[in-house]
C-alpha cells in the first residue's frame, strides 16, 4: 500500500529556532495534506498541496510539494512554544484518473517540542 | 455548528469486555474514517466507511472488530473481548468527500480507551 514516510520523529528545539520536517514517498502522490496534532489533542488540518512544486505559506508556516510530487516538507520560521505537537502528512493512493481518493494514510509524525 | 462528535471521550474496560465506540459526522458529511493512536506514535488506518456501506477496511484486524455506519444514527467501532493492547486512543474523521480536492478530513476529539 502507499506510504509516506516523515522525518525526523522528534525534534527540540528552543525558541526562536527554525524547524523543518520531511515527507518522501517511493510514488507519486496526486496530493498531500499536513496536520497537526497538539499534546493531549487531535489532528487539526493545515493545508493541502496539489501542484507539483507547490509552494504554500500560512504566517510562519511554509509548505513545498516536490517537483516529482514525491516529497513535501514543512518549515516554522522562528518556532514558538505555541508550534508544540506533532506534525503529520497524509496521502491518499492515486486512481487511473490521477486524482486520489478513499483512505487517507498518515506518516509517521515529527514531533516538534519547543524550550522557552 | 457541530464537529465530529465521538463518545465516550474515555472508556475503562476489563479484558473481556466489550468495547463500543460512536462517531458521529460533521453535519452533511457521508464519509466517515476510524484511526488508532498509541502514545506517541502516529495515526493508523482502520476502516473507511460511507453510509451503509465498508470501503476499505484494510487496517482492520481480522478478528474482534467491526464497524458501521447505519443509515440513521452514528458511526460504531466495535470492539469485542477486548486485550490490554487494544489500549489506545482511537479516532473519527469524516470528510465531505472521499478525495480529491477538498477531501480534508475533520477529526473528532478521540475515544481513549483503557483496558485493565
Known amino acids: 500500500g502507499q506510504q509516506v514516510m516523515q522525518i525526523p520523529q522528534y525534534q527540540h528545539v528552543q525558541e526562536g529556532e527554525d524547524f523543518t520536517t520531511y515527507c518522501n514517498s517511493s510514488t507519486t502522490l496526486s496530493n498531500i495534506q499536513w496536520y497537526k496534532q497538539r499534546p493531549g489533542g487531535h489532528p487539526v488540518f493545515l493545508i493541502q498541496l496539489v501542484k507539483s512544486g507547490e509552494v504554500k505559506k500560512q504566517k510562519r508556516l511554509t509548505f513545498q510539494f516536490g517537483e516529482a510530487k514525491k516529497n513535501s516538507s514543512l518549515h516554522i520560521t522562528a518556532t514558538q512554544t505555541t508550534d508544540v505537537g506533532t506534525y503529520f502528512c497524509?496521502?491518499?493512493?492515486?486512481?487511473?484518473?490521477?486524482?486520489?481518493?478513499?483512505?487517507?494514510?498518515f506518516g509517521q509524525g515529527t514531533i516538534l517540542t519547543v524550550h522557552p | 455548528n457541530a464537529g465530529v462528535m465521538q463518545n465516550p471521550r474515555h472508556l475503562v474496560r476489563r479484558r473481556g469486555q466489550e468495547a463500543r465506540l460512536r462517531c458521529s459526522p460533521m453535519k452533511g458529511h457521508s464519509h466517515v474514517y476510524w484511526y488508532r493512536q498509541l502514545p506517541e506514535e502516529g495515526l493508523k488506518f482502520m476502516v473507511y466507511l460511507q453510509k451503509e456501506n465498508i470501503i476499505d477496511e484494510s487496517g482492520m484486524p481480522k478478528e474482534r472488530f467491526s464497524a458501521e455506519f447505519p443509515k440513521e444514527g452514528p458511526s460504531i467501532l466495535r470492539i469485542q473481548q477486548v486485550v490490554r493492547g487494544d489500549s489506545a486512543a482511537y479516532f473519527c474523521a469524516s470528510s465531505a468527500r472521499g478525495g480529491g480536492d477538498t477531501g480534508e478530513l475533520f477529526f473528532g476529539e478521540g475515544s481513549r480507551l483503557t483496558v485493565l
Open positions: 497524509a496521502s491518499r493512493p492515486s486512481n487511473a484518473g490521477g486524482t486520489s481518493y478513499g483512505k487517507l494514510t
